[in-house]
């Protein structure tokens, strides 16, 4: 029996337009409402807009548009996220110590993830210099340490969080409302690759890709969680600056290459987290140095310890280096990450090591809320 033909974009429109919008007169075709509609071999994903007064009570809108394109003959998944037409000003700044570092109120009154005491991201200035690496593999070395950790694929438009945990599959949803986390090596994990094809491209504007990290938030099983890892998206823009604002975040931690032309673009990351009242928690030096592995000899191909220098130029703290080596691309091209494929190794020992410098500023933060400053909460 052959598999029903993938319906096109005016299908999935018509099957659509049958959806009113509760409080005007049209549908939501004709209002324009329906944003980024993604096709391909039998996935559908897109954004209906809406304006940001009416969020809260549209999810229900939401569910049924997407029910009514899941109806369609061929279609293998859907993925509708809500997005919000007018940015609303943000709200005067909280004070300090007001409510956990973890559970902080996000926009609206409402807490985006209940239950995970910290919310750490992994950032960088620019693309390439390992961040993503970096981010898994801290991850894994936070979980060896006894915590439990989850991990958010923040970076909409190149996932890689799947092929890095060695991850297929789609996540269960057994209420129809919220999303279980994969879980691999012991950590749950929740990333937009699990939702679209590897190949698809998310050809999404900003606030199409806010709707839906807050969803990946917000209605995802993330259960009690000690630590939130979020692999961020490189660089310093809407998407990096709104996901700063919105999300209760407990610190930063800044990935860098040693060389002068990254740690430009690592300084622009760290300056965008001051200005919203994010605590930077450190600096990493990744591709810090290469040893050859036939004869011992040490290179320093992209220079080395300008990222320490740089911590202490801005007064943050440098959390550790990571050498260049082929052990550590192959074991994350594998799905095997090297702190889980080769403990023993020193290269996992420096994972290992950085993760618990990180979690003793993190617990630092949580005993004392107050020293970390003030957060930003956009209302």
């Known amino acids: 029996m052959t598999a029903a033909k993938a319906p096109s974009e005016a299908e999935i ?18 209002l324009g409402m329906v944003q980024g509609l993604i096709v391909k071999d039998g996935h559908v994903a897109f ?3 809406v304006d940001a007064k009416r969020g809260g009570a549209m999810e229900p809108l939401r569910k049924a548009a997407e029910k009514a394109v899941e109806a369609l003959p061929g279609v293998l998944s859907v993925s509708a996220v809500l997005t919000a037409q007018k940015q609303t000003a943000a709200a005067p700044a909280r004070q300090a110590g007001t409510g956990p570092a973890g559970g902080p109120n996000a926009p609206g009154g409402k807490q985006l993830v209940p239950g995970v005491r910290a919310i750490v991201a992994v950032a960088s200035g620019k693309g390439g210099v390992g961040k993503s690496t970096t981010a898994t593999n801290l991850a894994l070395a936070l979980s060896q340490q006894g915590l ?3 991990m958010l694929d923040a970076d909409i438009y190149g996932p890689s969080l799947p092929r890095m945990m060695g991850i297929a599959g789609r996540p ?8 279980t986390p994969m879980t691999n090596y012991g950590v749950k994990c929740m990333s937009m ?3 679209v094809p590897e190949d698809t491209p998310m050809i999404w504007r900003g606030p199409m890709v806010m709707g839906a990290l807050e969803q990946m938030l917000r209605d995802v099983a993330w259960g009690t969680l000690d630590i939130l890892v979020v692999d961020m998206p490189p660089g310093t823009g809407d998407a990096q600056l709104t996901m700063a604002q ?17 740690l430009l673009d690592a300084r622009k990351g760290l300056n965008m987290f001051r200005k919203v009242d994010v605590p930077v928690l450190g600096i990493v030096e990744n591709m810090s140095y290469h040893i050859c592995s036939k004869c011992g000899h040490r290179e320093e191909i992209f220079g080395h310890g300008g990222a320490h220098r740089e911590a202490d130029k801005l007064g943050v703290e440098f959390l550790g280096e990571v050498p260049l080596h082929i052990a550590i691309r192959e074991t994350s091209d594998a799905g ?5 494929s080769q403990p023993d190794s020193p290269h996992s020992a420096a ?16 005993a004392n809320p107050a020293a970390s400053g003030p957060r930003i909460v956009v209302e």
């Not at 269960?172 to 999303?179: A, R, V, Y």
């Not at 407990?250 to 990254?262: E, H, R």
């Open 351 to 366: 994972y290992r090591a950085i993760a618990k410098r990180l979690w003793a500023k993190v617990e630092a933060g949580l």
């Open 148 to 150: 439990k950790v989850g």
């Open 13 to 30: 429109l018509a099957a659509l337009k049958k959806i009113p919008d509760p409080d005007r007169r049209q549908d939501i075709v004709a």
């Open 172 to 179: 269960n949803s057994p209420d129809g409302k919220t999303l």
């Open 336 to 340: 095997q990450p090297i702190v889980v």
């Open 47 to 49: 954004s209906l807009e």
């Open 193 to 195: 690759g699990f939702l």
């Open 246 to 262: 919105r999300v209760p975040l407990a610190g930063a931690v800044i990935v860098s290459t040693p060389q002068d032309i990254a």
